[in-house]
């Protein structure tokens, strides 16, 4: 991990702390439940716990992996429905088909991101490759829940595909860390994702010992998700290690430090940064559909018992058990 790299000292170096600038300081440290999804693969729920007014305009998060599949063992979902926001799929290892009702998809892998806006409805599958499910193999991966405004929960689907070398690609100050910008501004870099609700995503890698300091939209909240290693957050240095999410308080500045001795398997420290503006709606979430009434819920449901979320393809994907069976 993770599948895209580079040299830090060929790149754009963020802008280092100001004297004036003020440091965000946890507010709460979660530590994700293990669970399953799919057809059984293995997931962390980063955002079990944790009110929603402290993750507006984030809904749900899942760490998929990091797991080694033997033959056969791989799993993804079936053929299911989302309304009322948008899917954000980041894969760091492995590779991960996904295809929509309305035309979009593709092979998500090597640092990769599909964004899907589900709108006001779409049904969608996400399944690993049969060539990966037969060999078997490294899986690593991420899916968030970005919430869209009440006025923007029936819009028309659409879809992005953000292949890992359209990242922005940023060096701390003394560069000793990497910084992937996949949506969002950062000290006036811009993302290749474009989305409803304004919002940072950046995957940063941070080298034993050194310390990452970021500036920070101070009408963002801001979410640190620690993906492998351990490490600090915060200007009060919160302990915080894989698995574990942080969620910030007001600042100028958000701060991650990687303790100087990590473990074998995780050498660095790895962490999704995420930053939104809050959107203040009430928020009514059953299962795949993201609403602000339960009326609206009931309403997700019945256009999807009548077909009106769309159509599986005729030649659409299904999901490879292994050994030629679908």
Known sequence: MPAVTAETLSLPRITPARPDETERHALAVTTAPSSFEGEGFPVRRAFAGVPHELLDPFVHMDQMGEVEYAPGEARGTDWHPHRGFETVTYILDGRFQHQDSHGGGGMITDGATQWMTAGQGVLHIETPPAELVDSGGLFHGIQLWVNLPAKDKMIAPRYQNLE?????????????SLVRLIAGDLDGHVGPGSTHTPITMAHATINPGERLSLPWRKDFNSLV????????????????????LAVMGEGDRLTIAADAVQSGKEPTLEVLLLGGQPIGDPVVQYGPFVMNTRAEIMQAFEDFQHGRLGQVPVDGLRPYH?????
């Open 322 to 326: 292994g050994k030629g069976q679908y």
């Open 225 to 244: 998700y620690v993906l492998a290693g351990r490490g600090t957050v915060g200007g009060d240095a919160r302990p915080v290690h894989v698995g574990q």
């Open 164 to 176: 890992g070398g359209q990242v922005g690609l940023l060096a701390s100050s003394d560069a000793g």
